[in-house]
């Protein structure tokens, strides 16, 4: 199982990212995939839930209206946009498959102006 993260980066507040993970090593397709971010000091935390066909999705209160979970099962690959980013979205991000435990390198995400 590999995931790779990417599209991370320096944003100002107000700014727009796109983060892309891109998965291989299991059938893509049948699992639901989730996002998650660790900001310094704190512990990893759920914010995004997208299922295996992609037509239900759910979101952390904290980027709920901001941030939308979205993903090509042709592709193998899960999203992340994230509109009206806030310095307190700074953090590592990471994709997962939910039920397995494999987890990506992570991509930073840095809000700041």
């Known amino acids: 199982v590999q995931l790779v993260e990417s599209g991370g980066g320096l944003v100002q507040p107000g700014g727009s990212l796109r983060l892309s993970c891109a998965a291989s090593?299991?059938?893509?397709?049948?699992?639901?995939m989730s996002w998650y971010r660790q900001a310094p000091g704190k512990e990893r935390e759920w914010v995004a839930r997208i299922n295996s066909f992609g037509g239900s999705t759910n979101y952390a209160d904290s980027v709920k209206g901001r941030f939308t979970i979205s993903r090509d099962n042709a592709k193998n690959t899960v999203y992340l946009q994230m509109n009206s980013l806030k310095p307190e979205d700074t953090a590592v991000y990471y994709c997962k498959a939910i039920s397995l435990a494999y987890w990506g390198q992570g991509t930073q995400v840095t809000v700041s102006s």
């Open positions: 090593g299991f059938t893509f397709s049948r699992y639901a």
